[in-house]
């Protein structure tokens, strides 16, 4: 999947920490459509201010996510540690 063009993943480091809102997973689709899943079910939203406010989450999860080599090293330096 990393090797689509239009896919990049990026990879957040502990120390970059996460938002505090940030707890569930969630897809923005065409950011017109947002689903979420909690733990017991999974919600859609076509509200436009709350779609709105995923895609603020979702840019910031980005703006702290390190991406290609950065990453890679990253989730090398998590399997040595998870090895040793």
Same mark, same amino acid.
Request: hydrophobic residues 45%; charged residues 20%; contains cysteine.
């Given at each position: 999947?990393? #090797? #689509?063009?239009?896919? /990049?993943?990026?990879?957040?480091?502990?120390?970059?920490?996460?938002? #505090?809102?940030?707890?569930?997973? +969630?897809?923005? !689709?065409? &950011?017109?459509?947002? *689903?979420?899943? *909690? @733990?017991i079910?999974? $919600?859609?939203? *076509?509200? /436009? $201010? $709350?779609? @709105?406010?995923?895609?603020?989450? +979702?840019t910031? #999860?980005?703006? /702290?996510?390190?991406?290609?080599g950065?990453?890679?090293?990253? !989730?090398?330096?998590? !399997?040595? *540690?998870?090895? &040793?």
């Amino acid at each position: 999947m990393a #090797l #689509l063009p239009n896919v /990049r993943i990026g990879v957040v480091p502990l120390e970059a920490g996460l938002p #505090l809102h940030c707890g569930n997973p +969630f897809t923005i !689709i065409d &950011s017109m459509y947002v *689903t979420a899943e *909690t @733990v017991i079910s999974e $919600q859609q939203c *076509t509200d /436009r $201010q $709350q779609i @709105v406010d995923y895609i603020a989450l +979702f840019t910031e #999860l980005e703006r /702290r996510a390190v991406y290609d080599g950065q990453a890679e090293q990253l !989730i090398a330096a998590a !399997i040595d *540690t998870l090895e &040793s």
